[in-house]
T-cell receptor, first 114, second 118 residues
Framework: AQSVTQPDIHITVSEGASLELRCNYS??????LFWYVQSPGQGLQLLLK??????LVQGIKGFEAEFKRSQSSFNLRKPSVHWSDAAEYFC????????????FGGGTRVLVKP | GAGVSQSPSNKVTEKGKDVELRCDPI?????LYWYRQSLGQGLEFLIY????????KSGLPSDRFSAERTGGSVSTLTIQRTQQEDSAVYLC????????????????FGPGTRLTVL
């Protein structure tokens, strides 16, 4: 069965500082990996995805993530955080063999200090 | 084109009543998913439709939950005899299922229906 762990429930970061959100997954084969962002009262917006190929993927809003098979990780990073990045971030794993239904991590809420 | 739409955006009901939640996927998307987001359980998969195949109902929490997809497009999630623990945001997503060669099977999410059971 698929599972996703986001170890950090809350992270507080100063505006302009770097941000890294951790994600570890469990799946027998190479999964599809996603990061979604959810602003208060909003739906889920896809930041980036990994399906195959280059393990460093670029997304929207200046985010990037690196797939590390040996560590079963897919950490999300941003070099310089903006106040508008305050939101909840979800890592998710899916697999075509399982109909692509997504298993989500518990989410990390990011607070940005001025 | 238009994204995934869901209605109603908010629904307040009394315990024991039945509710229907509607999802309009992106036109042409063959796959449709329902998820639930609640404080206690986080984001969890409920049910998945793909073309004319039998739906994957493995995530439905009880037999009070059912869903159908008519004509391969609009889907309705029905909750019978609602309970307070059913209070959550119900999210619908759709996907084209193009595979890796087509850029991957990204799911596009609707804004959700917030269900409150009193």
């Amino acid at each position: 069965a698929q599972s996703v762990t986001q170890p950090d429930i809350h992270i507080t970061v100063s505006e302009g500082a770097s941000l890294e959100l951790r994600c570890n997954y469990s799946y027998g084969a190479t999964p599809y990996l996603f990061w979604y962002v959810q602003s208060p009262g909003q739906g889920l917006q896809l930041l980036l995805k990994y399906f195959s190929g280059d393990t460093l993927v670029q997304g929207i809003k200046g985010f990037e993530a690196e797939f590390k098979r040996s560590q079963s990780s897919f950490n999300l990073r941003k070099p310089s955080v903006h106040w508008s990045d305050a939101a909840e971030y979800f890592c998710a794993v899916g697999a075509r063999a399982a109909g692509n239904k997504l298993t989500f991590g518990g989410g990390t809420r990011v607070l940005v200090k001025p | 084109g238009a994204g995934v739409s869901q209605s109603p955006s908010n629904k307040v009901t009394e315990k024991g009543k039945d509710v229907e939640l509607r999802c309009d996927p992106i036109s042409g998307h063959t796959a449709l998913y329902w998820y639930r987001q609640s404080l206690g359980q986080g984001l969890e998969f409920l049910i998945y439709f793909q073309g004319n195949s039998a739906p994957d109902k493995s995530g439905l929490p009880s037999d009070r939950f059912s869903a159908e997809r008519t004509g391969g497009s609009v889907s309705t999630l029905t909750i019978q005899r609602t309970q307070q623990e059913d209070s959550a945001v119900y999210l619908c997503a759709s996907s084209l299922l193009v595979g890796i060669a087509g850029g991957g099977d990204e799911q596009f999410f609707g804004p959700g229906t917030r269900l409150t059971v009193l």
